[in-house]
């Protein structure tokens, strides 16, 4: 059963970047997609973007394009996100997510993609 | 992009029955998941490919999904049930993730 663990929570100062880590324990990630989801304080979910890991293909949500990067480490089983230009209303908690495993060799996502596990969610405050 | 937008909150008294909306263009036509999140807490998926229930969910879960809305229905709610639930869909034509704009439900 792989679960997934993030890094710890971060304060940033405003146009700076902030990379956050979302380790897969007891397995690996490669039969999964990883997406990453934020969420400002009280306010709703907001998805960001995702990977494919077995191909390294990543996709991102229009409103973040050029500002965030996912990454995947196959050999650590560990996907990241990246984002930079920081700014007061980035500070939220970020979760990664997954769902259930598939193949995904082909590289392409499953109409249907959903998130039956999530991370524990890191605390990304921005700040000067 | 895909909208997806649920009523901003619910109050139901314990035992009654609790619906819980998400309208989307033809939503009907695609698949819709649903999240639960307590405070402090990450989600929690409750409801799969429009009417599946995960392992552990309680079977006063249940879910429709038809033309430009889907439902969340919870029965004989329990104060425990109150959270905020989320829609979600897949947008193939982009290949991304869509959340609604989340409800809130109390319990009276």
């Known amino acids: 059963q792989v679960q997934l663990v993030q890094s710890g929570a971060e304060v940033k100062k405003p146009g700076s970047s902030v990379k956050v880590s979302c380790r897969a324990s007891g397995g690996t990630i490669s039969r999964y997609a990883i997406s990453w989801v934020r969420q400002a304080p009280g306010q709703g979910l907001e998805w960001m973007g995702g990977i494919i890991p077995i191909v390294g293909i990543a996709n991102y949500a229009q409103k973040f394009q050029g500002r965030v990067t996912i990454t995947a480490d196959k050999s650590t089983s560990t996907a990241y996100m990246d984002l930079n230009s920081l700014r007061s209303e980035d500070t939220a908690v970020y979760f990664c997510a997954r769902g259930p495993p598939r193949n995904y060799a082909s590289g392409s996502y499953y109409n249907g993609e959903h998130y039956q596990y999530w991370a524990q969610g890191t605390l990304v405050t921005v700040s000067s | ?108």
């Open chain 2, 1 to 108: 992009s895909y909208v997806l937008t649920q009523p901003p909150s619910v109050s139901v008294a314990p035992g009654k029955t609790a619906r819980i909306t998400c309208g989307g263009n033809d939503i009907g036509s695609t698949s819709v998941h649903w999240y639960q999140q307590k405070p402090g807490q990450a989600p929690v998926l409750v409801m799969s490919y429009d009417s599946d229930r995960p392992s552990g969910i309680p079977e006063r879960f249940s879910g429709s999904n038809s033309g430009n809305t889907a439902t969340l229905t919870i029965t004989r709610v329990e104060a425990g049930d109150e959270a905020d639930y989320y829609c979600q869909v897949w947008d193939s034509s982009s290949d991304h993730g869509v959340f609604g704009t989340g409800t809130k439900v109390t319990v009276l």
